[in-house]
């Protein structure tokens, strides 16, 4: 589009009110009302300004708990503070209600309109320079007029600002005043909006010109333009170029990313563990949610061979958590190791799945001239001197090209072969790494195995018995504890080392200087079914914090642990996402574990039956009478939600087997295993209220044959010799099997049906 045609069309646009478009405009006000209220700024710091630039990050960034935790730790007094924590769930609660015309991608509510690079001015700003720009920005909400908040600010703004720029000043300015002060960032779009209306902004990128070019972009909407609010230019911007990449490091709330940790939640049988598929794919494959399910309603075996593809590649990892789950299943843990003849056990720390999941991600070695073997084992092999020293005899075997082992012909020969010696000549497969050593536990070299068998060979007058081995590194010294998860070297001359992996072993070749790091730019999805009926606080342990965002590795907050067991550093890398899933009639959210709702996203997924008749599974006929199961689902769902809570509602997913088996077997079949079990379930066998939800008390006289749940009168002489003085029910229940293969039974549960 060019100038006129931009031009052209923001001058069909409205003005926007701010706050019902976006909830942190009234964020903004109320913290810097509270920061009015102080008599002095000087113990204002960059945690204060922190707090301050938090109002305006969008919650899919940074939720509104992590938000309390900024304000919280502020020089505000703690009526103040509890006050603008008020605000933020009042100003969540309206996003929730859909209050704001401003939304995430899914029509999730957010509140926030700016992503961000990074979470806190701690070392970009000082702590005088933090509390001149509060102290300024206190000034500006009592200005009169936009000229006298333009003084204002050029007070503090026009002075070099070391660690702040123009972007995160106008963010917060604007959130501040949006009619007065334009957002000039990278979300601004494609060479920025102004520059493409013609307006020649100065240094658009410096705070030490913002004002200024305020000034300039004021003048040109007042001429041009029948709006104030400039966070119109902003949305306009990635409208006026669909097909234009976006520029590098824009704050946008961009439609193919996601959050690293994301739970699904709602009912039983509503596709959460069939839809982890559709967002592991989508992730890995950096696009969006919608064309991936889009993609999946018309191939699913597809989208199926390409998650099944990434799952063996490790890419994908899939576990379920219950209620014996641990930190040691999880995260590591000290295993038995009991020896062949079962005479002898020993203890090893063994890594959890979360935790080899997460080594695996690790950066790999430049090395075009080996194939890298993710699924590799590695063998710690001891070389013992003899005639010669072991220094000698590794050399001997790195020029060579071999490994040796100092085993006499007769150990080699002999029928019953003992372990170690089964081991190298058996076990080992090629492809898998080799560390060598002379003692101690240091590792002089690291090499492949290559093709082929041991064999016996006497060029030196001891370790006759060889393997070939491409060597990748020698001459090293490189201690095998920290890269063995720090467990000491093995007492035995070969040994499997279950806890160096392949990664490990890269990362040995790094350190080493053999050879160079290649990113790993490839995403990782850990998926977690049913995470809220494990001890989220016995399972995760200390990695409760180290799962954020901003505590990722190669994040600027980043945190790592010491591990209990292993006593080696851990973090967990940026490029690995979480995905879990939640039954809402197991526990709801607000009886989750309030640490992990503060580090996760929720999406919710509700009963839908328009999944139904999109493929058509909403239908059945039998016997020249057709039922609509889709309705049928949604009266039942509008009775539990009255009887109950919505979030004890049917899942449409049970009902998806009738597009390849319309029949009425079929859906009785669906009835009696899932449908009547968990309405037992619901209402605690309170066959009264199940019979509402299945409108078995409309069907009388005649019709008692369609009733699912069969209720008769109670005869107290029959059952008993005289008049108990006890409450006996009026009515007893029973489960009648027939009706569920007579179709009326079903089209007798609503209105038509």
């Known amino acids: 589009m060019n100038k006129e045609q931009i031009l052209e069309e923001l001058k069909q646009k409205k003005e926007m009110i701010p706050d019902e478009h976006d909830g942190s405009y009234e964020l903004m006000r109320e913290i810097i009302a509270s920061y009015a209220k102080l008599d002095d700024y000087s113990d204002c710091s960059f945690v204060d300004l922190n707090a301050v630039y938090a109002m305006a990050i969008g919650t899919w960034k940074m939720n509104v708990e992590k938000k309390k935790e900024y304000v919280d730790k502020t020089c505000l007094p703690e009526d103040e503070k509890a006050r603008v924590r008020q605000v933020l769930d009042k100003v969540w609660d309206n996003a929730c209600q859909k209050k704001y015309a401003n939304r995430e991608y899914e029509n999730k509510p957010s509140v926030g309109m700016f992503g961000t690079g990074f979470y806190s001015f701690e070392r970009a700003v000082s702590d005088e320079d933090a509390a001149a720009f509060i102290e300024m920005m206190v000034g500006v909400s009592e200005a009169q007029d936009d000229e006298e908040m333009f003084d204002v600010a050029a007070e503090v703004l ?11 000043a106008s963010v917060m300015l604007h959130c501040l005043k949006p009619l007065s002060f334009p957002i000039i960032n990278s ?14 902004l100065d240094k658009a990128k410096e705070s030490i010109t913002y004002i200024s070019n305020c000034r300039k972009i004021k003048e040109f909407r007042d001429q041009n333009l029948p709006f104030k609010n400039y966070r119109i230019l902003d949305k306009e911007a990635w409208s006026i170029e669909e097909n234009e990449e976006p520029a590098k490091g824009a704050d946008q709330m961009n ?15 509503t596709g959460k563990t069939y839809n982890t598929m559709a967002y592991a794919v989508a992730i890995i494959e950096g696009s969006s949610l919608e064309d991936v399910k889009s993609e999946i309603s018309q191939d699913y075996a597809a989208v199926k061979d390409r998650y099944e593809e990434y799952k063996e590649n490790g890419q994908i990892a899939f576990t379920t958590f219950h209620q014996s789950y641990g930190y040691e299943e999880f995260i590591e843990g000290i295993r038995p190791v009991i020896d062949s003849d079962k005479s002898d056990i020993s203890y090893t720390i063994e890594p959890g799945i979360f935790k080899k999941f997460c080594d ?3 950066p790999s070695i430049d090395a075009p001239d080996i194939e890298i073997n993710k699924d590799a084992t590695t063998w710690y092999i001891k070389i013992y001197p003899d005639k010669k020293t072991a220094e000698e005899i590794l050399n001997f075997c790195i020029e060579e090209g071999t490994i ?12 019953e072969e003992h372990d170690f010696l089964h081991w190298y000549k058996y076990d080992i497969e090629p492809g898998d790494y080799v ?41 090293m010294s490189a201690d095998l504890k920290a890269y063995n998860n720090g467990i000491s070297h093995p007492r035995f001359v070969i040994s499997r080392l279950k806890n160096c992996t392949p990664g490990n072993v890269h990362k040995m070749l790094i350190d080493s200087g053999a050879y160079s790091e290649q990113a790993n730019d490839d995403k990782y999805v850990f998926i977690i079914d049913e995470i809220n009926r494990g001890n989220i606080s016995k399972i995760f342990g200390e990695l409760i914090t180290l799962i954020e965002e ?36 197991d526990r709801s959210i607000a009886l989750m574990d309030t640490a992990l709702r503060r580090r996760f996203s929720f999406k919710e997924m509700m009963p839908d039956p328009d999944v139904l008749r999109e493929i058509g599974a909403d239908t059945i006929s039998d016997g020249g009478e057709t039922l609509d199961v889709a309705l049928m689902l949604e009266i039942i769902n509008k009775r539990i939600e ?32 899932s449908v009547i079990p968990l309405l037992q379930e619901y209402f605690y066998e309170d066959y009264g209220k199940i019979q509402l939800v299945l409108g078995d008390n409309g069907k009388t006289g005649d019709n008692k044959q369609f009733q699912f749940i069969r209720d008769e009168k109670i005869s107290i002489t029959d059952v008993f010799a005289a008049n108990p003085e006890v409450d006996i029910p009026e009515n007893k229940y029973f489960i009648q099997e027939e009706a569920f293969r007579k179709i009326e039974s079903y089209k007798l549960i609503g209105k038509g049906l």
């Open 550 to 585: 901003t505590k990722r590795e190669g994040s600027d907050e980043a945190m790592s642990v010491t591990l209990p067991y292993s006593k080696v550093p851990f973090s967990v890398p940026d490029n690995v996402y979480i995905i879990g899933t939640m039954n809402t009639a």
């Open 642 to 673: 009255y009887l109950y809570d919505r979030e004890h509602t049917i899942g449409h997913a049970f009902f998806t087997c009738l597009k390849d088996d319309p029949t009425i077997d079929r859906l009785a079949s669906i009835f009696e295993k």
């Open 404 to 415: 040796r082992m100092n085993w006499s012909k007769e150990e080699v020969d002999a029928k």
């Open 187 to 200: 979300n601004a779009g494609h060479g920025t909006i102004y520059e493409k209306l013609g307006i020649k």
């Open 360 to 362: 695996d991600t690790s």
């Open 158 to 168: 026009d002075n070099p600002f070391k660690g702040m720029q123009a972007a995160s």
């Open 255 to 269: 439609i193919n990313s996601f959050e690293h940790n994301i739970i699904l939640y709602g009912p039983p049988g």
């Open 435 to 475: 560390v060598a050593s002379t003692g101690g536990g240091i590792v002089r070299a690291v090499g492949v195995f290559e093709e082929g068998d041991a064999f016996w060979d006497e060029k030196l007058d001891s370790h006759h018995l060889a393997r070939k081995v491409k060597w990748l590194a020698y001459d």
